[in-house]
């Protein structure tokens, strides 16, 4: 049996939005209330209505954001107002329901548009002719200093109360300091908060709230739990009220600042089963308990549970296992941790490798390119050798200059799979030329292809004939397939129709001779030019590279030219989804946003690894202190 049994409790519990009150036969026996919902929602409700029977002021604040219920908690405290809680984009039909039962003239509301949508909930209360005034800042530390202000509106502060922003116990227990003590407070990031002429107290230890330059009260305990007491034992002498909430889960925990103000009393914190010691004897000494939430936030028998420190004492031997098990688990998860260690080590220093030669490829486009397909891509060795000695031959005659403009470019040399695909789109989906087959590529075509390109940028020279391939030029536009297939189309398909409707009856080649000069009578003397979509349509080439050169050349800028040619002249055919592949890899590998995020993946990764070692000897060193309250519950 334990020593210190808590006194004799004749329960009443709040279950399923229900209050059954307890009847206290004499002074040593303990009331227990416990008020819940369904919901985070509801139980804000529920508390609203054990606590008032009517409130002209309602603070109505987000339930699934605790910084700004938090903030919200002094300006309830200081109406003596009940907190309702709400979801985001309406009013919950309980919170509507509840604000009518208060008959609510004033509703202030905490958090800007993205906790509390305004089109909906202010629209909707001032529809009813309910005044509504929000109080909101560009984030929850601006938040809580406009509820501090409004809060000063409505009483004459002793203190300003400190507290952490970024978690919500410290700021909930401070709650009881605003009954006994006026008082106001901001919540902090724990580096700084606004200047005030008021005493000013801090909440929560130093970890929690460094606040380095703070030279005023501090209230704090060894945990969330402790402070709460202290918290408590600051702010009330002999009252014989509590109100017990979560420590863990802030949602039914929120709005429990209406039963402070009710009952005159503090807050104590609690684990899901587990009082503490100190926590234990504080409520002993109490006539009143009041649990906010359900049995899924607060265990059923928190009250009849042994502390965490007995529990620890009842079981060393359970924990010594508990240890053995969690160092074995430890150096398990070492071993099996060193491969992926080893393996972001690897991709770190494959990645700074990488960004070492990254601008030097990009500054050298296609010279740089062709030998790193022969070290990624060594089957296709000697077709990029006779492509690379073709630029190589023309680089040293002066017509390929390696520029940002020039065909070889990193830029230039990239969008060729661009247009390789754009063009074998063409070539499947005309409609007179039928039954077609995508054209394949090489290196040797591609590099033809960027000289030929290179060496037609004076427009006035028409073709150059380098190579003996086929070839299409075009001049001064951002893409040539408008011109080449696009306008060409139109003419050819003005000139079929012309020879089946006059000279159907002919020979092809003469009707065609015939259709072109009517062509010429009807445009005044404009040849009608088709070469170049036929050139694209054509089922004698099989192999092709479309490269452009984006210098500026008189009036125009964007050279494109397309070498075209028969397969039996090669050996290599790189079909248009493997040109992709390999140019995505290469550009893959040139990117730099992308390279430094795998590093940084690389590096996360060792980071988890060596957070989660951390961790699992964090635990293993509590168990051995015995601090069971940070780790694992035994059962």
Known sequence: MLKNQLKKLTVAALIAAMIVPASVSNAAEQKVIRISGKDRIATSVEISKSAYSTSENVVLASGFNFADALSAGQL????????????????????????????????????????????????????????????????????????????????????????????????????????????????????????????????????????????????????????????????????????????????????????????????????????????????????????????????????????????????????????????????????????????????????????????????????????????????????????????????????????????????????????????NGLRLKDEHFTGLKKLDTNFEILAKAMVSCDRSLDYTKGHRHTFSVWENLY???????????????????ELMNTINTKYSAENKDVALEKAKADFMIKYNGEKPVIGHYTNILSDSINVVAVTKNSSQNGYFRNTFCMNGDFGHRYKTFISEEKYREIINAYAKINDKKYLLEEKASAQKTIKDIENEKNSRKQKIQNLKKGNTEKIIKIK
Do not use: C
């Open 76 to 423: 309830a405290s200081a109406l003596n107002a009940p907190l309702l809680l709400s979801s985001k984009d309406k009013l919950d039909n309980e919170t509507e329901s509840e604000i009518n039962r208060l008959k609510a003239k004033n509703v202030y509301i905490v958090g800007g548009n993205h906790t509390i949508k305004k089109s909906s909930v202010d629209s909707y209360l001032k529809k009813k002719n309910i005044k509504v005034t929000r109080l909101e800042g560009n984030n929850r530390y601006k938040t809580s200093e406009k509820v501090m202000e409004k809060t000063k509106e409505f009483i004459n502060p002793q203190y300003l109360l400190i507290a952490s922003g970024k978690d919500f116990p410290d700021a909930l227990a401070a709650t009881s300091l605003m009954v006994n003590h006026k008082s106001v407070m901001v919540l902090s990031d724990g580096n700084s908060y606004p200047s005030s002429n008021l005493k000013e107290i801090a909440i929560g230890g130093k970890k929690q709230l460094p606040l380095e330059k703070f030279k005023g009260e501090r209230i704090s305990g060894r945990n969330r739990y402790e402070t709460a007491l202290a918290i408590a034992k600051r702010s009330f002498n002999d009252n014989e009220n509590v109100v017990l909430a979560s420590g863990q889960v802030f949602a039914d925990s929120l709005s429990a600042v209406s039963l402070t103000k009710k009952h005159n009393a503090p807050i104590i914190l609690t684990e899901f089963e587990n009082l503490t010691k100190n926590t234990k004897e504080y409520l002993n000494k109490k006539e009143s308990i009041y649990i906010v939430g359900g049995f899924k936030t607060i265990d059923k028998d928190i009250l009849a549970n042994i502390t965490s420190e007995e529990k620890y004492e009842r079981n060393k031997e359970r924990i010594k296992d508990q240890i053995k098990s969690l160092e074995e688990e430890a150096k398990q998860f070492e071993e099996t941790s060193k491969p992926k260690i080893e393996e972001a080590n690897k991709k770190i220093s494959e990645v700074d490798a990488l960004l070492s030669k990254t601008d030097e490829r990009i500054k050298e486009g296609a010279f740089a390119f062709f030998p790193w397909v022969v070290e990624n891509y060594p089957e296709y060795k000697e077709d990029v050798d006779k492509g690379l000695a073709i630029l190589n031959e023309f680089y040293e005659k002066g017509d390929v200059r390696k520029t940002p403009e020039d065909a070889t470019s990193y830029e230039n040399m990239v969008m060729t799979a661009d247009w390789l695909e754009q063009l």
């Open 475 to 493: 001049w001064g536009a951002t893409n040539p397939f408008k011109g080449w297939y696009d306008d060409e189309k139109l003419v050819y398909e």
